[in-house]
């Protein structure tokens, strides 16, 4: 059974940093990609980032690049994303997902498993 807990996220002013980490278990992740996505109220989840496991090759959305990183260890099973230059629109639950198939997909439909997400909250 997958397991995905995400941790790490807060309350941040503007300009802030925060880094969300996603710890993964179950299973062992080399054939998987994984993704970060976030869900604002009342709006769709929307694509964050995603890395390939094996290769840690990396995927992210234009809103994000230059500010967000996505990264993975490989020893501790755990996906991350730095957050920098946080913005008021960032706030929003963060989610962690698998995708049992290694590329890249920007769908959530496309993930298998997800975590139960971080909140999030950038004051202005």
């Known amino acids: 059974q997958v397991q995905l807990v995400e941790s790490g996220g807060g309350l941040v002013q503007a300009g802030g940093s925060l880094r969300l980490s996603c710890a993964a278990s179950g299973r062992t992740f080399s054939g998987y990609a994984m993704a970060w996505f976030l869900q604002a109220p009342g709006k769709e989840r929307e694509f964050v980032a995603a890395?390939?496991?094996?290769?840690?090759?990396?995927n992210h959305a234009d809103s994000v690049k230059g500010r967000f990183t996505i990264s993975r260890d490989n020893a501790k099973n755990t996906m991350y994303l730095q957050m920098n230059s946080l913005k008021p629109e960032d706030t929003a639950v963060y989610y962690c997902?698998?995708?049992?198939?290694?590329?890249?997909?920007?769908?959530?439909?496309?993930?298998?498993?997800w975590g139960q997400g971080t909140q999030v909250t950038v004051s202005s």
């Open positions: 890395i390939i496991w094996s290769t840690a090759s990396t």
């Open positions: 997902a698998a995708n049992v198939r290694a590329y890249f997909r920007r769908s959530p439909e496309a993930y298998d498993y």
